[in-house]
């Protein structure tokens, strides 16, 4: 990566980035912070705490004058980092309760200010001054898992609390969905270099697709339905076999967060329950659910070189990204970044040549291709800035707490 932008720039944006988590916490109480519902996630307090230390210990630690705030959040507050040292569990995030979300505040200002004061004073070189952008784009990745963790924590709560308020919906019906052909060919997948890329996007390398035909637009809920009505989650059919395993283990008969109330579908949103929206795309589903949902229509998913591809045909078009007031899906559109990420038919796994950096930061993508699956685009809740076409997210294929859709492939013949 080559860091493009100069010093104040690089200020500005290091701050608006760590005021944008400030303002997703700040809607939240101690209790709010501190709570963690299931493993896979962990507390809002802990995402503030562990962005806060990616800076200092990547940053600021290799200088030797700089004082750490407290030595035991070093252990406290890494994640997954082999490299750095032992970790407190993941499971058990949710039990520190000490230190306490002033404590954090208190950390966060201090490395904040010390971050500021090294880059104003040159104090950093070219390589340092590159992890405060991987820093930025770090605490971006973790400001959309503060958003999916916050949402399944309060889903718990028996009475659906609201985090924020925003108008009724639109229940008219989504429009009709279309397809587009993509011409195939040797294409070229991957980063180019220009601007900021995780290493996993890269290298760029060829590929060779066959013509295919894309959806215009997402999976919606409206569909959804009529797959659910036609008994799509009692074929097993159209289901993987390790899908259909997890189905009848976890009782899924519907999306994450849908239950049915007095007859109608409804679904948990950040705004509280809300009755099920039929233009918007379905959201929150696995890849096992999404790819017996494209069975069941007589397509496929896409690869995602079929779907960067496509993408690239509609690289200006957005749709719904992280708004802290609103933190939902928009309708569904022909945008193909924004509302969900998207389930694509690929296994994560690294690109021709890939090779992780050296040290510890090498770890942030490359430990986990191993039973993964890509998802491509960005959602409701990805940071304004920090989504491109080329960004390959990732979760295992019973994952459903990710603001996951699907859109439709198939073969052009």
Not at 325 to 347: N, Q, Y
Not at 375 to 401: D, I, K, M, V
């Amino acid at each position: 990566m080559t860091l493009a932008i100069d010093t104040p720039q690089l200020v500005a944006r290091f701050v608006d980035v760590r005021s944008t988590t400030d303002a997703l916490a700040a809607r939240l109480t101690a209790e709010d912070q501190t709570a963690q519902s299931m493993p896979d996630a962990s507390p809002t307090k802990w995402h503030r705490a562990h962005t806060t230390w990616f800076f200092e210990e990547f940053v600021l630690r290799p200088d030797p004058s700089y004082t750490m705030f407290d030595p035991s959040y070093r252990y406290l507050f890494n994640s997954y980092y082999e490299a750095v040292g032992p970790r407190h569990p993941r499971p058990h995030r949710g039990l520190v309760t000490r230190p306490g979300v002033v404590d954090i505040g208190r950390y966060r200002e201090y490395v904040t200010e010390a971050v500021v004061r090294a880059l104003d004073a040159g104090r950093l070189d070219d390589a340092a001054r590159a992890l405060v952008e991987l820093g930025c784009h770090h605490e971006q990745q973790h400001q959309e898992l503060l958003v999916m963790d916050v949402k399944h924590l309060f889903s718990t709560h028996p009475f659906g609390p609201v985090y924020v308020e925003r108008p009724a919906d639109d229940l008219s019906a989504p429009a009709a969905q279309g397809w587009s052909r993509i011409p195939g060919g040797i294409v070229d997948i991957g980063h180019d270099g220009r601007g900021f890329a995780y290493d996993n996007e890269g290298p760029r390398h060829q590929v060779l697709l066959a013509d295919f035909e894309i959806a215009d637009r997402a999976v919606t809920v409206a569909d959804w339905l009529e797959f659910m009505a036609s008994g799509g989650y009692g074929r097993p059919d159209l289901w993987l076999s390790d899908g259909w395993a997890t189905i009848r283990a976890e009782g899924w008969v519907a999306p994450g967060y849908w239950e049915l109330v007095d007859g109608r579908w409804t679904t948990y949103t950040l705004s509280g329950r809300r009755p099920v929206v039929p233009g918007e795309p379905v959201c929150h589903v696995s890849f096992y659910e999404a790819d017996a949902f494209a069975r069941w229509a007589g397509a496929r998913l896409p690869t995602e070189f079929e779907w960067e591809t496509a993408a690239a045909h509609r690289a200006g078009e957005r749709g719904q990204l992280l708004d802290v007031d609103r933190v939902h899906p928009g309708r569904a559109g022909a945008a193909m970044v924004g509302d969900v990420w998207e389930w694509t038919a690929s296994a994560y796994l690294p690109y021709p040549g890939f090779a992780p950096a050296a040290g510890a930061v090498g770890e942030y993508n490359g430990k986990f291709m191993s039973d993964q699956h890509v998802l491509r685009g960005a959602c409701a809740a990805t940071p304004p800035g920090h989504e491109r076409l080329t960004y390959r997210n990732f979760f295992p294929a019973r994952s459903r707490w990710a603001f996951s859709g699907l859109r439709l492939a198939r073969s052009a013949a």
